[in-house]
């Protein structure tokens, strides 16, 4: 690998590479905290060297490719494009995490391969296209995505994708096109799935070190390498012996509640064990008693029986609701 070809590093990007290419076996990670606190983990480098030939793989990513990173090496995101590019010998340029990417202007005329979190994708497209600027590859992680989102990213004609992962699998080991408005993601290189009897989510990759991950992830599978992601287990809802996925809800809703900020969650019922309540950002204009209505058009018994506003939902670091029992 020629080092020079990994511009703009920072004291993040300098301390993760200092500790990746050093003689140890292992690198430190921080997982993201979106179910608990942030706990540090080790990886094997070896893991996550394989990560990274299955992602050039999958977008053909080569010693002539242009890479452009505006995450921070904190995380595993970041720390991942600095180990395909050392796969590949690829081209890869760091710039300050921000929300509007490519706003220094100062690259060449295509990118090959570029990650963002959701709350960077309206500052990416207000650039992309700027002095002939184009992006053939864009991936999301994170955070979960908006409809409107995904829609923004459609309609801009880029060659995107929802990622699949965790800090444990180093990086995404599935990814689904917003281009091609897929609703289920498929495994990458070398990776297969299945599922245990509660419909969770296992990983297997054979040549990995680290070759089982057990998920918390509820799914629908398609085959060995494909399936449709339903919600977290551990935030199932029991009311009244229905078993309610709060994602799914929300993913229902997302039409009526537009740009709104919300999520599902629920709260002790006498009656039905748990019942089902919606947490929403403050909004003075809202009609709630027409909203409630048009909700439980859509879900029928799985509709919220309350809902609840607060001054701002709190999230995590990187964007993730912080989804409360109440």
Known sequence: ???????????????????????????????????????AIKLKKSDMRLSARSTNQFFGINDQSIL???????????????????????????????????????????????????????????NVGRNGLTVRNVIVGGAPMSMKMEQMLRESGINSYATYGMTETCSHVALRSILRNEDYFTALPGVKFSVDDDCRLLIHRNSAEVKTLHTNDVVRLLGDTRFVWVGRYDNVINSGGIKIHP???????????????????SRSSEKWGEEVVMVVERDDELNVKDLMCQIKAMVGVKAPKEMIFVDAVERTSNGKIVRIKL
Do not use: W
Request: proline share 6%; with cysteine.
């Open 68 to 126: 452009v990173s505006p995450l921070s090496c904190r995380y595993i995101a970041g720390m991942m494009m600095v180990v395909r590019a050392i796969e590949s010998n690829s081209h890869l340029l760091f710039e300050k995490p921000s929300n509007a990417p490519l706003s220094a202007g100062r690259y060449l005329k295509t990118i090959d391969l570029l990650p963002v979190v959701p709350s960077q994708i309206s500052g990416l497209l207000d």
């Open 247 to 265: 994602e799914e809800i929300e993913r229902q809703l997302h039409p009526v509640m537009g740009n709104r900020t919300f999520y599902i969650t």
């Open 1 to 39: 690998m020629d080092y020079s070809r990994i511009i703009g590093i920072d004291d993040d990007a300098k301390k993760f590479l200092d500790e990746f290419l050093s003689d140890s076996v292992d690198v430190t990670a921080h997982t993201s905290g979106s179910t608990g606190k942030p706990k």
